[in-house]
């Protein structure tokens, strides 16, 4: 059973930064794609920010230049290092990885953590 735990949400300033974590935990091989989505009250889920297997890295075009993806895999741990935050980036950040077996697709969310950005 693969589980996620996020941590790292909290109140902050405008301009202020945030480190979010999630721990990965279970059996898994190989983890094709991890990434941090956030949802506010009345819009979709989106991706901020995703890491592939082969390192390669994406952003929405809202983060860019003031988020970072990384991962540790001797911790199992997937980072979102948040600077210069604004209001808008208050919302819900949920992890989320996915793996490819046998041409099914395995996809699993954590629980999320509370962002939220005062001006």
């Known amino acids: 059973q693969v589980q996620l735990v996020e941590s790292g949400g909290g109140l902050v300033q405008s301009g202020g930064s945030l480190r979010l974590s999630c721990a990965i935990s279970g059996s898994i091989f190989s983890i094709d794609f991890m990434g941090w989505y956030r949802q506010s009250p009345g819009k979709k889920r989106e991706l901020v920010a995703g890491i592939t297997n082969g390192g390669g890295s994406k952003y929405a075009d809202s983060v860019k230049g003031r988020f970072t993806i990384s991962r540790d895999n001797a911790k199992n741990t997937v980072y979102l290092q948040m600077n210069s935050l604004k209001p808008e980036d208050t919302a819900a950040y949920y992890c989320?990885?996915?793996?490819?077996?046998?041409?099914?697709?395995?996809?699993?969310w954590g629980q999320g953590t509370q962002v939220s950005v005062s001006s």
């Open positions: 989320n990885l996915y793996f490819w077996r046998g041409g099914t697709k395995f996809d699993f």
